[in-house]
């Protein structure tokens, strides 16, 4: 006879039975994704902080941990979806204090929270790529450096120029912005102005082709280089046995 019920003693509990835990170390990687628009950045962002890789078997769903400087939290006005507000990428030069604190504020919180795994959708190449693009300059380097001391590894997604027209045919199905979309010559200079600033990066850094738009075959390649140069778990901790 099967009973609906676990065992806690000598007494039936009416819960049902759940498996107990494996001792499964949780992986920490800490990835920057950065990429001009059009580069299927937030799809990979997503994709990762849910990888089944990091975060084994779940049974429900819970916050993921995922930043991004794109979000658009400074406005002068009410936003609106035509004119939601302005971003730590694509801000006002009188808004440069603003930005150098929130850099201030989010690196140190990755610091204090250094225990876990991260993801990153767009964060100081994409805001320096943008306002050297608009003439100005903003020395960022010391957020690249702490994050590199964390242990953070950089992913700059790129296309061929010729699939741009494509990909914005296919974001114009559902953006909700869809005048962002249409110089596309800048987003192929903002992509080899982005190479530059990735080339000299002090973290580990990939290019990956996100041509075929295959988020789950970019994922894939992207964790499997991560656990290639050791970025898989954070560096300095014992892991428990049967960890993986």
């Not at 170390?25 to 990888?51: C, M, N, V, W, Y």
């Not at 429900?60 to 991004?68: A, E, K, M, T």
């Amino acid at each position: 006879m099967t009973v609906l019920g676990c065992t806690l003693g000598r007494h039936l509990s009416p819960l049902p039975c759940r498996r107990p835990l494996l001792p499964e170390s949780i992986p920490q990687p800490k990835i920057l994704i950065e990429g001009t628009h059009l580069t299927r950045k937030t799809d990979l962002a997503f994709a990762l902080a849910e990888h089944v890789d990091i975060i084994g078997q779940r049974r429900r769903r819970w916050h993921i941990p995922l930043l991004s400087a794109e979000w658009e939290t400074k406005s002068d006005d009410q936003p609106t979806k035509a004119e939601p507000g302005r971003s730590m990428i694509d801000y006002l030069p009188g808004d440069e204090s603003w930005v150098l604190e929130c850099y201030e504020t989010y690196v140190r919180l990755l610091e204090l929270h250094r225990d876990y795994y991260w993801v990153i959708d767009r964060f100081h190449v994409s805001t320096m790529s943008h306002q050297r693009m608009a003439g100005r300059r903003i020395d960022l380097g010391w957020v690249d450096e702490r994050l590199a001391a964390l242990g953070f590894v950089l992913i700059h997604l790129r296309r061929e120029p010729a699939s741009f027209p494509a990909a914005r045919r296919h974001r114009l199905t559902y953006s909700e912005n869809p005048d962002r979309y249409h110089d596309l010559d800048r987003f192929v200079r903002e992509q080899d102005l982005m190479a530059e600033l990735v080339a000299a990066s002090s973290m580990r850094t990939l290019t990956v082709d996100v041509t075929d738009g295959d988020i789950e075959r970019i994922a894939a390649d992207v964790l499997r280089w991560v656990r290639e140069v050791g970025a898989w778990w954070r560096t300095g901790i014992p892991r428990r046995a049967g960890g993986g």
